[in-house]
């Protein structure tokens, strides 16, 4: 590391702290500065018509003791318990990609599509699908199943919106596998042929172990996925509901925010979040570092 | 009785066919050279024993089995790949063990052989390292002990010494000897260097655009070549070669001088051209025919000097000197032995 601080001259230096100094400064303004406010916000009882008095901590023991952002955070450990299946899922197609399925080029372009979809598009494509009366019922009914109201059952709602999260963001994580691959040599999977391994065995003893830094990688941004990303979701297909089965901790402090006109308690839900947040990014710059180092 | 043995063996990329045809047959112990220039397919040919590549036609028989269209694993062959192709994650004795991990022998089981690998290879004191902290030289001893360990009928290396520096090249060498003295196992070997050829191989097969232009033991390749790209390709610093015309049944006329050949059995045609091979180490007789040749070059090597000249203007030409301090400028006879004098056809096809 402290290599990399000695390269260059002194101007070559200036310049650099020159071409750094706009995104700092966009940082601190727009991130920074919200953040340290926000902190202070949330021990007020500020609303919407810009009266603020100071409430101590209570924001944050009423939040501990609030049924519905305690239900937002079981829903979020929910999500976070699908990650693995997020990151293993991608990674198997693409390795089945990579090992020369026909037609994979058309797999990869087809899964990825998805990932350049909106999020409110997204969802509108669902709320056809996962009505009542939409076409993944019609299509079970073919079956002779009957129609499941996928979005408006509590015990389906959260399991319907992790699987179109899934749909949504899982061609990108092919596309990072895919790349990934090309980087493991020909050459180590041949000698464990020549070792015995058989197809499973190459896959579990090598082509995984040395997808690792992927692997992480892909761990942390679908992790961020789920944390911040679901709002869209949330709100085209679900609004939260039914009852609190799909209020993410996001959702919920828009609400409180904007609709129940509570901008101090938000604040205090949102610095939940951002301690939620701060332990991802920490683990990531964790992970990157060591793999840095290897 | 055959160790391995290819029958009209085949390789094409699509159109283009690399392998065109080969007929070998190895027997038990036996170290087996295949050596050509790059791009000849000596590395497809091995991979096609090894089973990483998909046999066109012909068959692969190992200790009489009909393998060809077996999974490498199920061939009883080891391979020791030119870029070792270690598994970088897993320690050395990983490296060494992971076969018979696969093969499901238990954990002291698999120390106790790697354990024993590593001591022929003197690398015991490396089990616990990961690749990563090896040198070159250590990662190839690993990788030759991850195939030892496997005890397999039959070794398989792919210019196993071409990553490493020139001293080390010669140490491995004479290790790989060595091992295979104490082994002896079957090994087949595969490089574009001649020397290393000569210096390892019970016999070798010289392979030029994917077909065998001549199987023999190394001696028999330097003494006795089929043709005239085996002649030219066997032997350090390369065989010098003439255009020279029939003078007579056996005779020839090179560069103004006729020379009588009586070993030839052929009967010359006399006019025609044909080309003649003497290699740079024969030129330094003391008596005999010789040639009057001008020095371009001198590579003066202190025991032998690889003299560079030209005769009759022209026609450049390598002489070892051995007794003598050459110099630049200088002319000088170069007498030789008309028994180590090779001619060859037209087609490069050696007249005996
Ligand atoms: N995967 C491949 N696809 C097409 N051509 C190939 C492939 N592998 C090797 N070749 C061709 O086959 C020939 C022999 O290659 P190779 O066996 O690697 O030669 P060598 O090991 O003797 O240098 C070369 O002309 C090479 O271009
Ligand atoms: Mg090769």
Known sequence: ?294 | MSNLTLKNLKKSYGAVEVIKGVDLAITPGEFVVFVGPSGCGKSTLLRMIAGLEVVTSGTIEIADRDVTQLEPYDRGIAMVFQSYALYPHMTVAENMGFALRLAGHAKPERRKAVEEAARILQIGHLLDRKPAQLSGGQRQRVAIGRSIVRQPDVFLFDEPLSNLDAELRVQTRIEIARLHQTLDTTMIYVTHDQTEAMTLADRIVVLRGGIIEQVGAPTDLYDDPDNAFVAGFIGSPAMNFLPCVAASANEVTVAGLTIALPQLQTQLRQGESMKMGIRPEHLNGTNGPSVAMKIDVVEQLGATAFVHGMLGGDLPLLVEARAMRPKAGDMINVPFDPQHVFLFDANGDRIR
């Open chain 1, 1 to 294: 590391m402290s290599d990399a601080t000695n390269i260059g001259s002194k101007a070559e230096k200036r310049i650099a702290v020159l071409f750094l100094a706009p995104a700092l400064l966009l940082l601190i303004i727009f991130r920074l500065i919200p953040l340290g406010w926000g902190f202070g916000m949330s021990f007020t009882d500020a609303n919407n018509a810009g009266t603020a008095r100071w409430v101590g901590a209570d924001n944050y023991l009423r939040a501990v003791n609030d049924p519905t952002f305690q239900d937002s955070v079981a829903n979020t450990v929910i999500l976070l318990a699908t990650m693995p299946m997020m990151v293993m899922l991608p990674m198997l197609l693409a390795i089945l990609i990579h090992q020369g399925v026909p037609g994979g080029k058309f797999f990869r372009a087809v899964y990825f599509l998805p990932a350049v979809l909106s999020s409110v598009i997204v969802g509108a494509i669902f709320n056809v699908v996962l009505r009542y009366d939409g076409s993944l019922n019609e299509f079970l009914a073919v079956f002779g199943f009957d129609a499941v109201d996928w979005l408006g059952s509590s015990s389906t709602a959260l399991g319907a919106l992790i699987a179109v999260q899934l749909w949504s963001t899982f061609g990108m994580s092919v596309l990072i596998f895919m790349a990934g691959l090309t980087t493991v040599p020909e050459d180590i999977i041949e000698a464990a042929r020549i070792d015995g391994a058989r197809f499973w065995q190459r896959l579990w003893f090598i082509v995984i172990p040395s997808l690792r830094p992927i692997i992480e990688f892909v761990a942390v941004v679908t992790t961020v996925g789920l944390l911040t990303n679901m709002f869209g979701l949330v709100y085209v297909l679900t609004g939260g509901g039914p009852g609190t089965a799909t209020t993410l901790p996001e959702f919920l402090i828009w609400l409180e925010q904007g609709k129940l006109n509570r901008p101090g308690y938000a604040a205090a839900l949102s610095m939940f979040l951002f301690v939620m947040m701060a332990g991802v990014a920490y683990a990531q710059i964790r992970i990157m570092k060591r793999n840095a180092e290897v």
